[in-house]
């Protein structure tokens, strides 16, 4: 079973729909935990539904389930959120069945906001879950695709991994690299700001 993903970016909303349209995608599962844009407002959840059901595309919101911010207070370790973490909650792992049956129904796309996968909770976070499961392929602004496995080499390549460690599993390896990149694009909850006297 194939499962795609998408990231909106700053595109229009006749790109992104191009985009979805030029892949024969059937459903769309909005993994954004805030589905709204102040300056993309194509991009808010109850637009892009109407949009896309407009365009006989389904829409599903997953970002409860999914998202990259949590309300879990678990999830966070100083203010960081963790994905190992939010990877053993229940909702997560709700969420990752809901894809599962989507998957094995339609054509389904996992969106956020970020262009590049690498950059972006929807490769590090919830594809890592599915990796060993489905065929994943990541689907560009420029309009061509990426496998997930050429997104892990690249993964591989941008953290500075090697991949042929002759004494290392390339398991390990490979989830060092998500480690990493984890930490770096994980969401860190605003502090709070000071009171003055």
């Known amino acids: 079973m194939k499962l795609f993903t998408i990231g909106h970016s700053t595109q229009s909303w006749e790109q992104f729909l191009e985009l979805l349209l030029r892949n024969r995608i059937e459903a769309i599962g909005d993994v954004r935990s805030t589905p709204y844009s102040a300056r993309f407002r194509q991009y808010n959840r109850d637009v892009l539904a109407r949009a896309l059901r407009g365009a006989n595309i389904r829409y599903a919101f997953l970002g409860d389930e999914l998202g990259a911010r ?82 892990e080499n690249r993964l591989l390549a941008e953290e500075k991994v090697p991949g042929d460690d002759m004494f290392t599993p390339h398991e390990e390896l490979i989830a060092k690299a998500y480690d990493r990149r984890g930490g770096k694009i994980a969401y860190h909850e605003c502090a709070e700001p000071a009171v003055q006297p």
């Open 70 to 151: 949590r309300t879990e207070r678990e999830c966070y370790v100083d203010g960081v959120a963790r994905y190992e973490r939010i990877a053993r909650t229940l909702a997560f792992r709700a969420g990752l069945e809901r894809v599962q049956t989507g998957v094995a129904r339609y054509r389904l796309a996992l969106m956020c906001a970020e262009k590049d996968p690498l950059e972006c909770h929807r490769a590090i976070l919830v594809c890592r879950q599915f990796r060993n499961d489905l065929d994943i392929r990541h689907i560009l602004v420029d309009g061509s695709m990426e496998t997930h496995a050429d997104a």
